[in-house]
């Protein structure tokens, strides 16, 4: 059973299920998914596209029905809404999830959902990939998505690794979304988009492909509050591909092929005063610096859906290789910082997910699967530092120190579940996991799972859970540098403890209600806790925009989540309100990254984490007024994220509201043709996301200052 609060029951009708539901737009079958396609004329022209959706439908639902979503607070954002919203496709994914309850906007395009840093598992058309090392939110192109849905609470004995948030990613198909389009959308600070997709039918394949080029004086956020970053240009490349075929009437394949490819200049800050002198160089201005940073993401799932009556089955080998290369300004760099370091971090992973669901009774549903993921990371380092002679002064004499090293590892899960309906109003869930990692540390844990949905009324749905979580840190970001040899260097660390970075292991409690009052209006609210051992967090520790993982001994997380919707035939509107409090102590991992008075400090007490909340808020709005005419509005608010010594402090709030105005027409062709103008942060708010304070945070960042962006593009 699936419970969607939030968006999600306003796109898509109840009476039928939203993987089956066909694009806005596009013509509906006359016959349900899942049912047979009446006769149709010999003729292979008539019959190849009625018969290929009702397979798509079949596929789609089956999958569906494999993954168990029952007990998980879930919202849907479909397609239609993405292109409605201001920013409309050209918004990355992570702004598109800024839109869904609890989840927290911070810098270099991070999100934090329910008081967390990560811990997002990422699934396309059902398979789980691995985390990349640039994160998804710059990865995926929201034009090449159907729908995309956020799982949160309790999750079912299915997901496992990363468990705070299920990210669930539909592509388009060419059965189910037929169409495509080219166009382009540019404006403020030199943004140039072109970009084309194409969803059809080829030889009985249903194919969809999707590409689009940015290009910004302004990638990364601003470290200064002007209106455009110094040095802040970007071009970034992304495509996706999709194929299925049905191999026979129980027998489904699909492909999927994707990569990302983004270049990124850092932004400079004027004003600041050199400490060192190096290469004979005392006097530099700190606009002048050229540092440059590339990411690159390659992935691929093949899946393999078979049907035995009651059984369906998927089998989805994958795989995925990303790299973060960071070429510093070396001379300027040294003349600030004393070092300068050239960093590469590079991972390839592989692996296969099995899952089956077998609808044993009416009343029972046992699912079962495995994954196991093989992953090799590569890090090379050259650092330029100065040495120290004996009074502890820099002497204007660099040299290069060369740290290079690889290592394989590898995550093993299982689980098995069972949904058994007890009535037809009560449902009870129990599940069993077990999870396994051999990295940096060998470990592994059984987790207990188990999910109770009550639906007292047509209108009212309760659900409640727990689940034992094992969460293991993201291998290619771990660090195993040589930290000796950078003794008596202006690169020594504050300390050479480096004890490794553990998995996450944590009790989760999650308890909710969503009440439907009439047809149009829904409210939801959904509480949660979790107690945690070696809580998971991650730093941006120097000038490359790579994270690294620690742990803190305990954390508790624990908060409540508002939604409110309401729909009608013109109509879209919805809000949310997020309470949440992530506090730990005791840093027990990566220690030569932290001052030794702030880990003496954050040893004795509960500390907030630096991605700690208190109120997040966001809402929005869609009207069709008019015939082929759309208004749309959004806003985002957030009381400010921490900052200072041990994260003692908080910055200020803000609110951001953004305006969007689409039209079709037709053009002189014949086609239709849309034009939009969107106005992000519409009032100009000026924000701090970050100061440069706090635990494991290393430069400034303000939010985008005001946008104008306008679009022109052409359906075929």
């Known amino acids: 059973m699936t419970h969607r609060l939030g968006l999600g029951l306003l796109l898509a009708p109840l009476a039928l299920p939203a993987f089956a539901q066909p694009a806005t737009g596009q013509q509906t079958m006359p016959q349900p998914a899942g049912q047979p396609a009446a006769p149709q004329p010999a003729d292979a022209a008539v019959t190849t596209l009625p018969e290929l959706v009702v397979q798509a439908q079949r596929a789609a639902a089956a999958r569906q029905g494999i993954l168990a979503r029952f007990g998980a607070r879930e919202t849907t954002v479909d397609r239609e809404t993405i292109e409605a919203l201001p920013g409309g496709g050209a918004q990355p994914l992570n702004q598109v999830l800024l839109q869904t309850p609890g989840v927290v906007q911070d810098s270099f395009g991070d999100i934090h959902v329910r008081g967390e840093h990560r811990n997002l598992q990422y699934r396309l058309n059902g398979v789980a990939l691995p985390e990349g090392l640039s994160g998804f939110g710059q990865v995926f192109d929201a034009r090449s998505l159907r729908s995309v849905s956020v799982l949160t609470g309790a999750l079912p004995a299915q997901f496992g690794f990363r468990t705070n948030a299920v990210i669930d990613l539909e592509t388009r198909s060419g059965a189910l979304d037929p169409g495509g389009s080219v166009g382009v959308q540019g404006g403020s600070r030199g943004t140039v988009q072109p970009y084309a997709n194409w969803a059809g039918l080829i030889g009985g394949w249903d194919v969809f492909a999707s590409g689009s080029f940015l290009r910004s004086d302004q990638g990364i956020e601003n470290p200064t509050s002007s209106w455009q970053a110094r040095n802040g240009g970007t071009e970034q490349t992304r495509g996706l591909a999709y194929a299925a075929r049905q191999l026979d009437d129980t027998t489904r394949l699909s492909l999927i092929a994707g990569t990302s490819l983004n270049r990124f200049r850092i932004p400079t800050t004027p004003g600041i005063a050199p400490e060192y002198t190096a290469y004979g160089v005392s006097d530099f201005d700190s606009t002048a610096l050229r540092a440059r940073q590339w990411e690159r993401t390659w992935y691929g799932t093949a899946a393999l859906q078979k049907s035995w009556g009651d059984v369906d089955l998927q089998i989805a080998p994958f795989i995925r290789s990303s790299s973060i290369h960071y070429v510093p300004s070396v001379v300027g760099e040294m003349v600030f910082n004393g070092v300068a370091s050239d960093v590469y971090r590079g991972s390839l992973a592989m692996g296969a997910q099995t899952d089956a669901a077998w609808r044993v009774s009416e009343r029972h549903t046992l699912r079962a699967g495995f994954q196991v993921t093989g992953e090799r990371a590569r890090f090379r380092s050259d650092t330029t530092v100065l040495p120290l002679d004996a009074a502890g002064e820099a002497v204007d004499d660099p040299f290069t120190l060369t740290d290079r090293f690889g290592r394989t590892g590898w995550l093993y899960g299982a689980y098995m579940q069972d949904e058994w309906r007890i009535t037809d109003r009560l449902t009870l869930n129990l599940g069993l996991r077990w999870d396994q990692m051999v990295e940096y540390v060998t470990a592994g844990q059984l987790s207990p799972r188990v999910n109770l949905v009550w639906r007292p009324t047509d209108t009212t749905t309760v659900h409640a859970g727990y689940a034992r ?104 509107v919805y809000g949310n309100l997020a309470i949440s409090r992530s506090a730990a102590r005791d840093i027990r991992s990566a220690q030569f990254t932290f001052d030794a008075e702030e880990l003496d400090y954050i040893a004795g007490k509960y500390v907030r984490t630096d991605h700690d909340q208190l109120f997040t808020g966001s809402a929005g709005a869609i009207w069709r007024g008019w015939e082929g005419g759309r208004l749309s509005a959004s806003m985002l608010y957030g009381n400010g994220l921490r900052r200072g010594f041990a994260n003692s402090e908080k910055l200020p709030a803000y609110a951001t509201f953004n305006f969007g105005v689409a039209q079709d027409f037709t053009g002189p062709d014949g086609g239709i043709w849309t034009a939009r103008l969107d106005l992000i942060n519409a009032f100009d708010s000026i924000y701090q996301l970050r100061d440069g304070s706090g635990i494991g945070v290393g430069a400034p960042q303000y939010g985008l200052r005001r946008t104008v962006l306008a679009g022109l593009s052409r359906a075929f």
């Open 469 to 572: 979580t094992f969460t293991p840190p993201q291998f290619e970001l771990v660090s195993n540098a040589t930290l000796a040899q950078f003794e008596g260097t202006t690169g020594a660390p504050a300390n050479l403890r480096n004890d490794p970075v553990r998995p996450e292991r944590a009790h989760r409690f999650d308890i909710g209600v969503s009440q439907r009052l009439g047809e149009r209006l829904t409210l939801g609210v959904d509480a949660y806790y979790k107690d945690v051992r070696d809580l998971l967090d991650f730093g941006q520790f120097g000038n490359a925009l790579i994270f690294t993982p620690f742990n803190y001994r305990q954390g508790k997380i624990y908060g409540v989540e508002f939604s409110g919707n309401w729909r009608s035939e013109r109509w879209l």
